[in-house]
């Protein structure tokens, strides 16, 4: 019998059956209707099917999220009939589930399984998975869970430690990536939100298109080295910063006196920009000499909103430049480490490192102090 044969890709008129199964496989944690229909829809995602050896019965299901812009992509869950179980159904699943991630130019799969579930993971074990992490209190009756990745392209995960920062208001990623990037290269550094308030207000262009300003390359490398570490600046243009998307002549005027201002601190720290892009090559090459870098991207190719957002770039290989993302606010992604070395392969950089029309890019490379 041909397991992989019995497997497709999901139909809408299979939502009343995946609701039946998932009933039948699990007592709590389970998927509803509402998460069924919209994975039915999603370009973002692949749920595949099993249908029963004889007959068009639904007995099992795995369902894979594509992270978007990125070449990583997690198994969100598998289900399979108890009444089929032992027979290598699940791994048939697995499998399949990995052959469509290939399609997808995925590098890692990430997965969680119920730290209790010593069947599942034996199975992932057995499939190559490794552990990553460990998730106390992670499901809904209270038992710990384990994140576990497969690298199923040719590639190595960055050999160093990266210590996550969250970033606690919608405005402040370039603070929270500032003090991961200051918390990877020094033991000591211990990142708060009182210091990430702190660095907002230094490094703030105070005018966005609405709200709180975004924080400028020069102000977050000036906070940079006021701490002590060793900074570069690398921009795109000698245009100011983030100017495009404010209307308002006077907000214009203060966001360019601002801009002039970080400039001026910055030349008395003893630093001046370097006024080129930083290429993929050159950033993999100074992530390889043990340097961290923030770089400033467009999330239009993460979620689809034109905003200039900060990441840290925390290693490279021959294939992947891994970046940390200080915001969490992504469905369906729920742990730290979901949002550690995130996979971007090098041909997608360039794109990703540019915003807005002028296609303006900035990356602050910081070494130890």
Not at 173 to 192: F, H, K, R, V
Not at 268 to 279: F, H, K, M
Request: aromatic share 10%; glycine share 6%; hydrophobic share 35%.
């Amino acid at each position: 019998m041909s397991h992989q044969a019995l497997i497709r890709s999901a139909q809408r008129s299979d939502l009343a059956s995946l609701i039946e199964l998932e009933k039948l496989c699990f007592q709590s944690d389970r998927l509803s209707p509402r998460s069924f229909s919209h994975f039915l829809k999603s370009e973002h995602c692949d749920l595949l099917v099993m249908q029963a050896p004889q007959g068009d019965a639904l007995i099992g299901y795995v369902l894979l999220l594509y992270r978007r812009g990125t070449n990583l992509a997690r198994i969100y869950s598998v289900a399979l009939d108890p009444k089929f179980r032992g027979q290598g159904l699940s791994r048939a699943l697995m499998q399949a589930a990995e052959e469509r991630a290939l399609e997808h130019r995925v590098a890692f799969l990430r997965l969680e399984v119920s730290a209790e579930n010593r069947v599942a993971k034996q199975l992932y074990d057995s499939l190559r998975f490794h552990k990553i992490a460990e998730l106390a209190g992670y499901y809904e009756d209270g038992s710990d869970g384990i994140r576990m990745e497969k690298r199923i392209r040719p590639a190595k995960r960055p050999g160093r430690e990266t210590t996550y920062y969250a970033q606690t208001t919608p405005f402040s990623c370039g603070p929270a990536s500032l003090m991961m990037a200051m918390a990877s290269l020094t033991e000591s550094y211990e990142p708060d939100r009182n210091e990430e308030l702190r660095i907002w207000r230094e490094a703030t262009t105070i005018y966005m298109t609405s709200g709180h300003g975004g924080c400028s390359p020069v102000g977050l490398a000036n906070s940079a080295l006021r701490r002590g570490y060793g900074a570069q600046l690398y921009l795109g243009s000698t245009e100011t910063p983030f100017i495009e998307s404010v209307r308002d002549a006077k907000k214009r005027e203060v966001i360019e006196l601002v801009h002039q201002q970080y400039l001026n601190d910055l030349t008395e720290l003893g630093v001046e920009p370097i006024y080129e892009p930083l290429s993929a090559e050159q950033l993999i090459a100074e992530l390889n000499s043990g340097k961290f870098a923030l770089c400033l991207i467009s999330t239009w190719r993460l979620n689809r909103n034109k905003a200039p957002h900060w990441v840290v770039a925390s290693g490279a290989d021959q294939r992947f430049i891994y970046f940390c993302d200080p915001d969490r606010e992504e469905e369906f992604w729920h742990s730290d480490a979901d949002f550690i070395d995130i996979p971007i392969a090098h041909d997608q950089y360039a794109n990703l490192s540019r915003y807005g029309k002028t296609r303006f890019s900035a990356t602050l490379l910081l070494s130890r102090p």
